[in-house]
């Protein structure tokens, strides 16, 4: 297969195929797999900051085996229990109602349980495209930036984290030794905002110059900071950070084809029922629908309509959203 051709910071090439890795999971016990309710998650999500509270990583390692048997698939887990649990334990942390030791011993919990579910999610074949994602001098926050981190190397980018508080002229030299296509800077103080503009600076100065996606606390507090920061793009969350940074590097107009859609479409269709144990007849009751219909989405050959794709959410116990955006995330 020959290389895709690449010129700088942009994605020329045909779209890789997906990969594929076989999802496989065990049922706990008081979970059924493949039947959420609604609460699900939320229970989870509870469950897993009382375990954080408690400092019991055996019990942190159960939550997340009782979410991924419950059928809660790994991204889920991973951005809408961990992430939100942590920031709650730094509020808690501000309030005074959790000590350091405590905030310590949590934040290490949950980098061990991010590190494990980013083992669980299907990494794409290779961009041919590098990533640099750090925190600002001065900024010893790194939670936020190792998501974006994970997240990147899941959609195929060759990712260096360099972790926190990272001198300005260190980094920049960094950037520009590996030839990174982006950067990703994190700000979490509104203090430490005149710092990532002069990182961005820096960064834009280089020949040639990276595209720069800003985020963290700062400019979510302060959406005002993107209208002068610099930078190509701002992220709020790292599942945008991805999107984000395809668009910068010019690689969504390359995969925008109505074909490309339905082979995504189908492979998450596909994903999604055998995580949740379907047959195709199964699926095709469950929505409704023919499974001769089924397995031609699932090949990508088969047009549909808004109100199948609503069938078939329905039928995988998904929002529409998250059929779109793909069992890959």
Known sequence: MQAPALTRGVYTAERHKLAHKPNIWYPAEGYERGHMSPDTV????????????????ERAVRVIDQGLAAGVIPSKLYLEVLMPVQVELGARWHRGEVTIPQEHIATQITLRQMARLRGLLKTRLKL??????SSVEG?????????????????????????????????????????????????????LVPTAQKLIAELKRLSPAPKVILGGAALIANPAIAATSGADAHSMDPQEAVTKARQVCGMLDAENSLGLYLRKLGHSVHEYRKLRGFSQQELANSSDLDRAYISAVEHGKQNISIGAISKLAKALNLSIEELLIGADY
């Open 42 to 57: 939320a229970k989870i999500r509870q469950e897993y900051l009382e375990a954080l509270l408690e400092g019991s990583s």
């Open 128 to 133: 041919g495209l590098r990533a640099v994602v």
């Open 139 to 191: 900024d010893q926050h790194f939670i936020g930036a190792q998501a974006v981190a994970d997240f990147l190397m899941v959609d195929g980018w060759e990712v260096d984290f360099l972790g926190a508080d990272i001198p300005t002229d260190h980094m920049v030299m960094f950037a520009k030794a590996r030839e990174a296509h982006l950067v990703c800077v994190s700000v979490a103080l509104n203090s």
